[in-house]
């Protein structure tokens, strides 16, 4: 059914529901009139008697079985006993003249009431069925369309749009019927999350969208983004969605709920979705592609002066207690937008040539930081991201070995981390040059373990030293056991293996407690410490000493 039909649907329900005290008291007050209008024609010898039906075919069709049965008996037993054949000579109906006319009344309204009514009841049933969605009992984006399921102050709104992003690999894997009841749990997680009179309806399989009072934007978002990163246990399994959110403000728009008003939510979410971001909001420049243009002609600026350092976080060897471990982090002091984090640019970069001036940048500072803490008796390996398109470029391949190739004394200090799902998807065409670097002495690291699909049965065969667990893995391990046994399991076989085992995201002491039980090498995490400003590691690292020693 089209949105028109739909329309039409409702005006015919709400219509009649709003103004039915409108209606008894036409009724009312029509019935009398008609009395008068009938006495003052000579009473029922002439035909205006006749007129009745139409009042009540009205009062059946707008007040339903009852009034239309009691709109048919007043009118009845006004022109009944009341009501003479011939008001001048004064000559009375006969008993079965007005008590047949009585019936007649009666039995017409209560038939039209009775009708009316089916049809209000089949009415509201298609119309419920429309606006929810029929694979999830969901409310669905029909609802925007009905202005009375709407009880909010619908003038000032924050509109969001929430994109589930792994939604087809959760299909994948676990089936249709499953993800029906993700979506079922998403939709009572965000109605308890977000005000009382909020709207939410699931647009389609992967989307849903949301109009909430326009009171607290920022902690309404960060309410939603924190409690859709908890895990969602369906069945007693528990289940991690991906997701963008984009949102906008709609102010004094009496309108604001109409589908064509999300337009903007849903450019900022696919927008956060593009670009890695958890969520978004909404700007003229994203959605003509400014915003990332000039980001990119600031990057290269960026690259040439001195906006861009990197932060290291320390990781611990959690048998010695030891930080000699680094990894290194970009970080873009942007002169407009302040400080960016990864998150905010390294995708974009990623899709330009840029990435592998960033990879370039990020080694020589890596190269010097080892060198000026190894003279102050800090002998540290340290870490970095290295983006799978930095090693299917061939030209990139060969600065980056030159580079390493002249530095000589600290290669085996260096490593690079590896996505793993990235690694696994071009493995063929990587291996080649990861086997070089490592015959020059570089280490690798397989990079969020765990996040992808990760097979054991390949576990084996990865061209790495280190593998470092994904964070999303670690978040589970106080509250579940099963966690903490798989874990155990792939600890044990990357040792048989001669895997260095990183877990990351470590962020209380139980955790921590966890992960030196479980044998992993390393941790890292806020717990422990937060990546550090170039500048200051050093401090931080003789502080840490002290300590220790202390
Ligand atoms: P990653 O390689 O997984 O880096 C770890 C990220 O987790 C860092 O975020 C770090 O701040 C954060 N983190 C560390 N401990 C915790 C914790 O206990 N809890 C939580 N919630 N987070 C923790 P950051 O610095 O924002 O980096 C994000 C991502 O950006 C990195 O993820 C990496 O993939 C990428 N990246 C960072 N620097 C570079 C770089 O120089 N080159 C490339 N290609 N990518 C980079
Ligand atoms: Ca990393
Ligand atoms: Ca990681």
Redesign the pocket.
């Known amino acids: 059914m089209n949105s028109g039909k739909l329309n039409k649907l409702q005006t015919f329900l709400i219509a009649t529901d709003k103004h039915r005290t409108w209606f008894v008291l036409f009724t009312i007050f029509i019935l009398p009139s008609m009395y008068i209008l009938v006495y003052l024609t000579d009473g029922t010898k002439n035909v205006y008697a006749h007129l009745t039906y139409i009042i009540i075919v009205f009062a059946g069709a707008t007040l339903g079985f009852f009034g239309g049965l009691i709109t048919g008996l007043a009118a009845g037993i006004m022109l009944g006993p009341f009501m003479p054949l011939d008001v001048a000579n004064q000559i009375p109906q006969t008993f079965l003249n007005w008590s047949f006319r009585m019936l007649m009344f009666t039995f017409l309204g209560g038939l039209i009431g009775y009708i009316t009514d089916t049809l209000r009841k089949s009415a509201r049933i298609v119309l419920d069925l429309m606006c929810h969605n029929s694979e999830t009992g969901l409310p669905n984006v029909n609802l925007l369309n009905n202005p009375d399921a709407l009880s909010y102050d619908e003038r000032n709104q924050m509109l969001i749009t929430l994109l589930i992003n792994n939604f087809d690999k959760i299909i994948d894997l676990m089936g249709l019927e499953v993800y029906y009841s993700l979506l079922r749990r998403i939709y009572e997680i965000l109605r308890d999350g977000l005000p009382e009179t909020a709207l939410i309806v699931q647009c389609n399989n992967n989307k849903f969208w949301m109009a909430t009072p326009l009171e607290r934007p920022e902690e309404d978002i960060k309410k939603i983004t924190a409690i859709l990163k908890e895990g969602i246990t369906i069945e007693n399994v528990e289940y991690y969605i991906e997701f963008s959110l984009g949102y906008t403000f709609a102010l004094n728009q009496k309108q604001s709920y109409r589908p064509g008003a999300f337009e903007k939510s849903d450019h900022a979410a696919r927008y956060a979705q593009k670009n890695n971001l958890q969520y978004m909001l909404y700007r003229d420049d994203i959605k003509r592609g400014i915003f990332e243009a000039k980001l990119l002609a600031d990057f290269t600026r960026a690259l040439a002066g001195d906006e861009l350092f990197?932060?290291y976080?320390p990781k611990v060897h959690l048998k010695t207690d030891k930080y000699d471990y680094l990894?290194?982090?970009?970080?873009w002091n942007h002169p407009e937008r302040g400080l960016l984090?990864?998150?905010d640019f390294?995708p974009l970069?990623?899709e330009t040539q840029l990435?592998h001036e960033?990879?370039e940048w990020?080694l020589r500072r890596v190269i010097e930081k080892i060198r000026e803490l190894r003279k102050e008796n800090y002998d540290v390996t340290i870490s970095?991201?290295?983006?799978v398109k930095?090693i299917l470029d061939k030209n990139v391949v060969r600065r980056l070995a030159e580079i390493i190739d002249n530095n000589r004394d600290v290669v085996n200090n260096i490593e690079f981390?590896i996505?793993e799902t990235i690694l696994m998807e071009t493995i063929d065409d990587t291996l080649e040059t990861i086997e070089m670097y490592r015959n020059l002495g570089v280490a690798f690291a397989i990079?969020?373990f765990g996040k992808g699909y990760s097979s054991l049965s390949y576990l084996h065969r990865l061209p790495v030293e280190c593998v470092?667990i994904?964070?999303g893995f670690?978040?589970n391990l106080t509250h579940d056991e099963a966690s903490q046994k798989i874990l155990q399991m792939v600890i044990g076989l990357c040792h048989a293996l001669n895997y260095r085992v990183v877990i990351?995201?470590?962020?209380d002491e139980t955790t921590a407690a966890i992960a030196k039980n479980l044998e992993s090498d390393y941790a890292?995490?806020?717990?422990f410490a937060?990546?550090i400003e170039c500048g200051k590691i050093l401090d931080w690292l003789k502080n840490k000493n002290r300590e220790t020693s202390a």
């Open positions: 990197l932060a976080q990894e290194a982090l970009i970080r984090m990864p998150n390294i970069i990623e990435i960033l990879t990020v970095l991201n290295i983006s930095n981390e996505m990079d969020d470092k994904d964070r670690t978040r990351e995201g470590v962020e890292q995490g806020f717990y937060r990546p």
